[in-house]
């Protein structure tokens, strides 16, 4: 290990942290907006759910390596060709949570809310997204810390991303720029998580020191096996 | 005015949980569906607000049609309060009862100003409690809130299923009590769905009794099912000591009242039992300058006191309960009269001075006279009772 490398090279370290919390953040943020719709749509409908299910495990399956591959005839070497599969990633475990989070909301509350003359839609945004928040936020920890472990993937098809280190430390047998690497993927983890943990207190300042349902996460294989 | 025509609820499986239903609930009432479980009272109750459609027959409000009203206009006219409350978790208390306000496009500042008014309404204090969350709150202040947020837009009607049921005893009675407050002021048209009969005969101006199957038993005042219930089954609905209960409708007020027996405590003994012989009682109530009770006095006890002392001066049993005649109920004399040693009871008015006594006989008197005038109305019942009220199974 040479700590030295590290302030030397720190133009090079900046930019990559960026292109990597860039595709660390964009694809969940995306397959946000994708879940929520289809997660309302799969409480509305329950047949809906097992098929959506187990769609998104199935792309979930795929091996990222060759999704960029077929990728590349489409979006070329650029960073849609790894936003995209990682998107689709992250509906395995967004979708779930949308569900449960629009779920866990009590059927009372959901009775009470149609009997004071709330319209569905009405009901959707002012009462139940709302309660959902906490399951939904739980859900997106688990999609950014994993898209940005796997975001340095992108590298091997000249994405730029913590990758860089691990392939140029490799090919140099320079192990300092691997731990780096390493490092940085769980520090910039850990600062994304907080940052999430944060937002979920301000937008939820109802759930302050009230117990709340485990989230009955469904997280897919550990992302590091990829 | 909500009129149920010949409502029947049928669900796929064949199962019917209303069966030709015809009631009427009289404006600014609070009428009590009671009934076992499965008897079909809280699907009734559900159909008002649409919550349920009725498979056949129709659900009128003031003569509309309540099929022919948009569901959500319809329910923002109907105060909902439910045993689980359905407190919106993610609202503060204040904007859990501004709720309705605001879906009427009522501006935050008004609707959170309303929301105050009804705090103090239902005696939640609203320093404390205005920016609390429901799950701050106790389970007796969670239904207030529930009550507020459903009387927030001062709907002519309000349904309650079973609200009151997730409480403790000391906790609902309280409730109760509030509700009932609340109607003399309100004047709603009240529909409350309980299994407790004593909650529907304590809080009911009528009370619907359902038999399993989504049959009306009976629709009735509470002093008529305890006093005329129609068959076996709505007299063991009603419970066994409903002779007593029935007390509870029958006011003091014509009680007849022993006042020669209740003497100044600056009585002579000698003047004391002089009265005790003329009354032909053997107890003698002594009140101080102000009229109020002082204790019982036994002419027994007269005889070997000095002739010429005060009555102040012989030692009096205690008055235990009193009960005021322009308020209370013959059951509130009764149990006074039980509970005293003297078999005597003080009635007494608001300022605590006392009017005079009663005994075991008079209230006798008292009650049969009142049951008699009870069930001279029944005789008459056919006629002068609305046709509604009347109901009846089908």
Known sequence: MQWSWIPQNWTIIWPYTLDNALLGLVPPLIGLLISVPVGIACVAKRWLYPPVLSLASAIYALPSLALFVVLIAYTGLGNLTVIIPLTLFSLCVLIPNVVDGLRSVSEPVRQAATAMGFTQLRRLVQVELPLAVPVIIAGLRVAVVSSISLASLGQLIGVSSFGYFFIDGLQRDFPTEIYVGLALTILLALICDLILVGSRALLTPWARGRRIAPSPLTPGPPPAVR | MITFETVTKRYPDGTVAVDALDLAIPDGKIMVLVGP?????????????????????????????????????????????????????????????????????????????????????????????????????????????????????????????????????????????????????????????????????????????????????????????????????????????????????????????????????????????????????????????????????????????????????????????????????????????????TERAVAVDDHGQVIGTTSYERLRDAIRAAEDAADRRTGDRSADRPRQAAGGAR
């Open chain 2, 37 to 341: 479980s499965g008897c079909g009272k809280t699907t009734s109750l559900r159909m008002i607000n649409r919550l349920v459609e009725p498979t056949a027959g129709r659900v009128l409000l003031d003569g509309e049609n309540v099929a022919d009203v948009d569901p959500s206009r319809l329910r923002r006219g109907i105060g909902y309060v439910i045993q689980q409350t359905g407190l919106f978790p993610h609202r503060t208390v204040e904007d859990n009862i501004a709720t309705v306000p605001l879906l009427n496009g009522w501006n935050k500042r008004r609707a959170r100003d309303r929301a105050h008014e009804l705090m103090d309404l239902v005696g939640l204090e609203q320093a404390t409690m205005a920016r609390r969350y429901p799950h701050q709150l106790s389970g007796g202040q969670q239904q207030r809130v529930g009550v507020a947020r459903a009387l927030a837009a001062d709907p002519p009607v309000l349904l309650m299923d079973e609200p009151f049921s997730a409480v403790d005893p000391i906790v609902r009675a309280a409730l109760q009590d509030e509700l009932i407050r609340l109607q003399a002021e309100l004047h709603k048209t009240v529909v409350l769905v309980t299994h407790d009969v004593e909650e529907a005969i304590k809080v009911g101006d009528l009370v619907a009794v359902f038999r399993p199957g989504g049959h009306l038993a009976q629709v009735d005042t509470p002093e008529r099912l305890l006093g005329a219930p129609v068959d076996d089954y709505v007299r063991d609905f009603v419970g066994f000591d409903r002779g007593i209960r029935r007390l509870s409708f029958f006011p003091a007020a014509g009680l007849d009242l022993d006042t020669d027996t209740v003497l100044p405590a600056t009585t002579t003994i000698a003047d004391a039992i002089a009265a005790a012989k003329q009354a032909g009682q053997t107890w003698l109530l002594v009140v101080d300058a102000a009229g109020r009770p002082l204790g019982w006095a036994a002419a027994a006890d007269l005889e070997s006191a000095p002739a010429g002392a005060a009555l102040a001066a012989v030692e009096l049993a205690s008055v235990g309960h009193t009960f005021r005649p322009d308020a209370d109920s013959l059951r509130a004399a009764l149990d006074a009269t039980i509970l005293s040693r």
